[in-house]
């Protein structure tokens, strides 16, 4: 079973997480990572190297500004999950994204994760334009995941 694979060999492990998100050009700290009655607790502060952060934010804020905790909720029974992202950072406090996903297995060897979120923003005037430049570079980092995820379950040779 596919799902399981990847959540045995993904979700399970902090250990990967964690270079999971170093590849991506990010560094975590986990804060919590923890399996309860079947349910995992996991908590991350994600920290954004400045090289993956857009120009137009490193010249006008902070380099932490993008920092956020990250808050996933996942039930190994059912396959699904809840996330929450906040921003780390106290001038962007209130913004966060919150959502539910679901794995399944679209085929012999494929997980397909589904989410759906919604985004709300207290930083004035411009919260809009982060907002947007945060989805861009999350959207421009899921095929990278994507492939270090297929190499890390790929079975070895």
């Not at 607790?41 to 934010?57: E, M």
């Not at 010249?59 to 996330?83: E, K």
Request: aromatic share 6%; hydrophobic share 35%.
């Amino acid at each position: 079973d596919p799902v399981t694979t990847y959540e045995d060999r993904c979700l399970r492990d902090a250990a990967w997480l964690k270079t999971l998100f170093c590849k991506l050009g990010t560094h975590i700290q986990v804060l919590q990572h923890e399996i309860v009655d079947n349910v995992l607790h996991l908590k991350v502060l994600v920290q954004p190297q400045p090289q993956t952060i857009p120009l137009v934010l490193r010249t006008l804020a902070p380099v932490d500004i993008m920092d956020y905790v990250q808050t996933t909720t996942y039930d190994f029974t059912t396959h699904r999950g809840t996330i929450k992202t906040q921003m780390h950072h106290p001038s962007l406090q209130g913004t966060c994204s919150e959502g539910t996903f679901i794995l399944c297995a679209t085929g012999p060897q494929t997980v397909t994760w589904s989410i759906s979120s919604k985004v709300t923003s207290n930083f004035y005037l411009v919260g809009k334009k982060i907002e947007a430049i945060v989805a861009r570079t999350i959207k421009k980092m899921n095929p990278h995941a994507r492939a270090h995820i297929q190499a890390h379950l790929a079975p070895p040779h």
